[in-house]
């Protein structure tokens, strides 16, 4: 039973994490250089294709509390000091 509720906590912090960051994203207007520019996406590099690898690796083969620590961190950014 105790597996289960680190899988929904785990959940519940990643769709917050989510949530954040699309607030984030709304909330800074892009640099008009990037507007004007308009270049299209570049493909991925590989150190970030391992990481989703690795990511999706975790997700289908580790145990939930391991699943949920590294999820679960989260990164503060503060302005100034």
């Known amino acids: 039973m105790?597996?289960?509720a680190a899988i929904v906590a785990g959940y519940t912090a990643l769709s917050?994490?989510?949530k954040v960051?699309?607030?984030e994203a709304e909330a800074q207007p892009p640099p008009a250089a990037s507007?004007?520019?308009a270049e299209p996406e570049?493909?991925?590099k590989f150190k970030i294709k391992r990481?989703?690898?690795y990511e999706n690796k975790i997700r289908m083969h580790?145990?939930?509390d391991k699943v949920f620590r590294y999820?679960?961190?989260v990164a503060a950014y503060y302005e100034g000091n």
């Open 2 to 4: 105790g597996s289960i």
């Open 16 to 18: 917050e994490r989510q």
């Open 21 to 23: 960051m699309a607030k």
């Open 35 to 37: 507007v004007a520019a």
């Open 42 to 44: 570049k493909p991925k």
């Open 51 to 53: 990481m989703q690898e």
């Open 62 to 64: 580790s145990q939930p």
């Open 71 to 73: 999820f679960a961190t």
